[in-house]
């Protein structure tokens, strides 16, 4: 056949054919009810996506909630934090009584609670001619154990509360007197520690020296 009358008979074909829009919309209506199953899942997807977020949102502030509540209802403290001990004061001074040869440190303790143990202990650097001639405190005599004996260079004063025993709140005076070799002593060296313990087991430690 000649290639210029196939080309024209193409051509008038081709004007000539009408399409079957009918057909094509059945053919397209088919198409979407056979869809695959990826893209119907799609729109699932997001809800699932954006209940599985709500769900979060509601374990987190949940939890908040308990965390808060647990905080706010604990009476005790952390564990490994220690407890508050006794509110207390201490200073050490020579007495004004005190003279060339014989000296007597007072030791003012001020409690504002009560402690169920108490150690007291003054210590007088052995500056020469050091001796002890007694000592006292303003609680009773009963209530603790004393001890005075030298150690590491000094003279110490120790007052340990009795078991069973309370120191109440209030002013406590703790006195060490001794002999020392003629002159005015230079006390820059002496010390003072005070340990007290709360009910609840709470520690307070004072450290200190004494002035003239």
Known sequence: MDETRLRGEL????LAHRPDRARM??????????????????PARRWTAAVAVAATAAAVVGLGGLAV???RDRPAPPAGVAAPGPAARAAGTVDPGSNRWWAQSDLAVTTDTGATALTVEVRVALTGG???TGHWQTRSADDFRVTV???SGALVYRWTLKEGRELPPGP???AAQYNHAEGVRDASAD?????LTARDGGRTTLRGGFAG
């Open 11 to 14: 051509r008038e074909a081709a």
């Open 25 to 42: 919309l059945a053919r397209v209506e088919r198409g979407m009810t056979a869809a695959p199953p990826a893209r119907t899942l799609r």
């Open 69 to 71: 509540t647990t905080l």
């Open 130 to 132: 050091i001796v002890s």
């Open 149 to 151: 004996a030298e150690e």
């Open 172 to 174: 406590h005076t703790f």
């Open 191 to 195: 010390t003072y520690a005070v340990v």
